[in-house]
C-alpha cells in the first residue's frame, strides 16, 4: 500500500507530496513549490528512492523548486498544455505576487498524458487530466486516494480567473472526481485532507463553492 508525506513548502503553504511504496522504498514526489533544502533534507532522511518529479500544474507555487530533479538525477513530468504557464513568469503568477526564487525552472523530460499509469513500486497512480484552474492541471488517482492539485479541495475549488482557467471545464473536472468512491481520501494542492464523500455533500453544484488558490 503506497504511504503519503506531506509538506507544507512555500509563501502559499502549498502541500508538496511525497508519496512512496515502504516495502520497497521507491517513490515519487508531487508539486516541490518551494523550500527544496527542507524537501531534500526530508527526501534524504526518508531512505526512500525517489525515481520522479510529477507538477499537478505549472504555478509558481507548485513548481519552485523542481530543481531538485537535477540533485536527485530524476525526470520531471508535466502535462503538456501547462507548459507556457511553467515558463511563463507572468503567467504562472510569479511575477504578478512578486516571487522569485532566482532559480531557472527546468524543462520537463517527458509530458503526461490521460490515462497514463505511473508506477511507485507495487503501487500505480493513475493520471487525470482534470483541466478548469488551468488547461494542463492533472489529478493523480490511486487505490484509497487521490491528489488533486488544485482541482479540488477540502471545501473548496481552485479558481478559473487566471490565465487559462475555465469555469466549465473545471465543472467537468470536478463532477468526474466526484464519481470516485466516497472513502477516497483527497489530498489537495492546499489545506488538510478530505474525502470524496465530504465533498460531495458539500458540492450540489460546482459554482456553489468557493474558489481558493
Known amino acids: 500500500m503506497l504511504k503519503i508525506k506531506t509538506l ?3 509563501p502559499l503553504q502549498t502541500n508538496c507530496y511525497l508519496v512512496f511504496d515502504p516495502e520497497c522504498q ?3 514526489i508531487v508539486d516541490p513549490g518551494a523550500d527544496k533544502p527542507k524537501i531534500i533534507k526530508t527526501v534524504e532522511k526518508s531512505g526512500v528512492r ?3 518529479v510529477v507538477n499537478t500544474h505549472g504555478h509558481f507555487d507548485h513548481v519552485g523548486a523542481d530543481t531538485i530533479k537535477e540533485l536527485l538525477g ?3 513530468y508535466l502535462h503538456q498544455a501547462d507548459l507556457p504557464l511553467l515558463k511563463n513568469a507572468r503567467v504562472n503568477q510569479a511575477l504578478i505576487l512578486g516571487v522569485d526564487n532566482g532559480e531557472k525552472i527546468p524543462t520537463p523530460d517527458g509530458f503526461l498524458e490521460e490515462g497514463q499509469e505511473l508506477a511507485v513500486g507495487g503501487g500505480r497512480l493513475t493520471v487525470w487530466h482534470t ?3 488551468s488547461p494542463g492541471g492533472i489529478c493523480l488517482v490511486a487505490a484509497g486516494f487521490v491528489l488533486t492539485g488544485d482541482t479540488l479541495f477540502n471545501s473548496g475549488v481552485g479558481r478559473t480567473d487566471l490565465e487559462g482557467g475555465s469555469d466549465p471545464d473545471l465543472e467537468r473536472s470536478l463532477r468526474r472526481l466526484l464519481k470516485l468512491p466516497p472513502e477516497t481520501v483527497v489530498y489537495p494542492g492546499h489545506g488538510p485532507s478530505t474525502t470524496i464523500g465530504a ?3 458539500l458540492l450540489v453544484d460546482p459554482g456553489d463553492k468557493q474558489a481558493t488558490v
Open 131 to 133: 483541466p478548469g484552474h
Open 50 to 52: 525517489f525515481k520522479s
Open 26 to 28: 521507491e517513490g515519487l
Open 8 to 10: 507544507e513548502v512555500g
Open 199 to 201: 465533498e460531495r455533500r
Open 74 to 76: 530524476v525526470p520531471l
